[in-house]
């Protein structure tokens, strides 16, 4: 998959000079051990290096930092300067102007999930290395990721399928047990993650499949819901099979932020689904909300648990939750909705997430699963793709115009193959695990989900970003005000040629810039 380019070539050989003579007089600042790919490059790591994000501080006024990544080769690369009182660019180049008075949506957060797959490459590396690729992802040298997501129970992303209670009848789940999987693949991380984070995870868990004796089925997999009907013994069975898990994870000092009420709700209607679903209309999980799953988690001290719908494509926005809000008893008790990013991609309008937001500005929406390499022409891995890179800021930036709160990633590791998956639904990840090397690369998608895990913190608001000038500009933009004052603004260029701009704060000033082609960038400043 090597890329043909001499640019991508002298690239590699930039950056391994780079790791020879240093690049940075900031202290335990590492750069990007740079290995050729398909159209960029990607970072290695091992037990003994891996690059780390040159840190900033709050700045004096009127001065910025600017981080970068670029197909051409740059991964957060840090820049300061000041703020002009006057234009330097010449000619029609857009004008991006913040507004701080004019505020939208809280940000929930950005991270990824711990599945079994992803505990399974981890846990493979030697300890040191293991140690390396976390603090990756959730140390104040990485990205600062801010949410997980965790299966309940196994999911494609499992090397078999199981269940916590797999005994027929069980409607007291006397038989209730964690899995070996969540003993060694997922507790584990979970807690070192969360010792090596500076922020509170937001956790969240997502249900796959109830065991196969509550099911029409009787089968994880398929077509197959519910035996009965809300409010009915195997609902309640199944109401009491979220506490019991939450209970568990308690016990492990884990406690969930969230939980939504069904992975992927409408794959379980499908004939032959492939793997682990279970099937609901906007009806049944209503009337499972208002009857069973909302007044037992208010029953056991979990109401203030953030309870989520749907959990599925927008291709469902906005009947799905206007159904489900349609009963004053189901959404007392839910907070928001959950979506999934597999037919935003030229298919159904990111117009439908403001359209639900106006309909219910009091329920969050959260981007809640996402990879590259799912689709049949696009299948698996592919090393240093910058095009799958830029298909997640498009998307990241697309639903956060459109009122998501945030934006969490599947797996946060796989292996070279994109899995392991027991039902060979191999993708892509951020990070990849290479076991026999004691290695792992920072794929590209890596580097720009930093672009908003490490600089919009949950909390930030996003605010009004206006385009003057060149308004016909391709430049994809959104802004943000965090809690500590600082003004984020991220912009994005897919296109090939480098684009000039301004950015203009009205109390700072404007900032000359201009962006490479296929690049990204992150603007952070402060105005006292």
């Not at 090393?383 to 799958?388: A, I, M």
């Not at 000039?500 to 990204?520: A, E, Q, R, W, Y």
Request: net charge neutral; charged share 15%; glycine share 8%.
């Amino acid at each position: 998959m090597a890329a043909s380019s001499s640019g991508i070539r002298w690239l590699q050989v930039y950056f391994s000079a780079l790791l020879v003579f240093g690049s940075s007089d900031v202290q335990g600042f590492v750069p990007c051990n740079a290995r050729v790919g398909q159209s960029s490059i990607y970072c290695v790591c091992n037990s003994t290096y891996c690059d780390t994000i040159e840190p900033y501080t709050r700045g004096n006024k009127g001065l910025y930092v600017l981080y970068q990544s670029s197909q051409a080769g740059h991964r957060l690369t840090k820049n300061t300067s000041k703020f002009s009182q006057t234009r330097n660019n010449s000619g029609d180049v857009p004008v991006f102007t913040v507004d701080r008075n004019s505020t939208y949506q809280t940000i929930i957060g950005f991270g990824g999930a711990f599945t079994d797959s992803a505990g399974i490459n981890i846990l493979n590396l030697s300890a040191k290395a293991q140690e390396n690729l976390l603090r990756a992802y959730y140390s104040t040298d990485g990205l600062e990721y801010s949410t997980g997501r965790i299966p309940m129970a196994s999911c494609d992303f499992s090397t078999h399928i199981y269940s916590y209670d797999d005994h027929p009848e069980d409607f007291n789940l006397t038989n209730f047990s964690l899995a070996m999987e969540d003993i060694k693949f997922k507790i584990p991380l979970i807690q070192r993650a969360q010792s090596m984070s500076q922020k509170k995870i937001k956790l969240f868990a997502t249900p796959w499949s109830a065991p196969a004796w509550m099911k029409t089925n009787k089968n994880m997999t398929g077509n197959g819901s519910l035996i009965g009907q809300p409010g009915g013994k195997y609902y309640k069975t199944w109401a009491m099979y979220f506490i019991r898990f939450l209970q568990e994870y308690a016990k492990k000092n884990i406690s969930m932020w969230g939980i939504t009420a069904q992975n992927e709700p409408a794959d379980g209607n499908l004939y032959h689904f492939q793997f682990q679903a279970m099937g609901w209309t906007a009806e049944t999980q209503r009337d499972f909300i208002a009857k069973d799953l909302g007044p037992l988690l208010h029953k056991y001290g979990y109401g203030n648990l953030k309870l989520m719908i749907l959990d599925d494509d927008r291709i469902f926005l906005p009947i799905w939750p206007k159904t489900v809000f349609s009963s004053a008893d189901a959404s007392k008790y839910i907070s928001g909705i959950a979506v999934h990013w597999y037919t935003d991609t030229g298919i159904i309008p990111p117009s439908l997430l403001t359209d639900t937001h106006n309909l219910f500005p009091d329920k969050f929406i959260l981007a809640t699963e996402a990879c590259t390499g799912s689709l049949p022409w696009e299948k698996g891995v592919v090393l240093g793709s910058w095009e799958r890179a830029e298909s997640y800021s498009h998307d990241i930036i697309q639903d956060l115009q459109n009122w998501v709160a945030g934006w969490t990633d599947w797996n946060i590791a796989l292996n070279l193959n994109g899995g392991p998956n027991w039902a060979k639904n191999f993708v892509d990840s951020p990070i990849l695990v290479n076991a026999q090397r004691d290695e792992f690369y920072k794929q590209p998608m890596y580097y720009v989900m930093g672009h908003f895990s490490k600089f919009v913190p949950a909390d930030s608001v996003r605010i009004a970003v206006t385009v003057s000038g060149n308004t016909g500009t391709q430049l994809e933009t959104v802004a943000f005000l965090r809690t500590d004052g600082a003004t984020v603004l991220v912009v994005s260029n897919r296109k090939s040629t480098a684009t000039s701009f301004i950015v203009k704060d009205p109390v700072l000033g404007m900032i000359n810039t201009n962006i490479p082609g296929h690049g990204i960038q992150t603007y952070v400043w402060w105005t006292s």
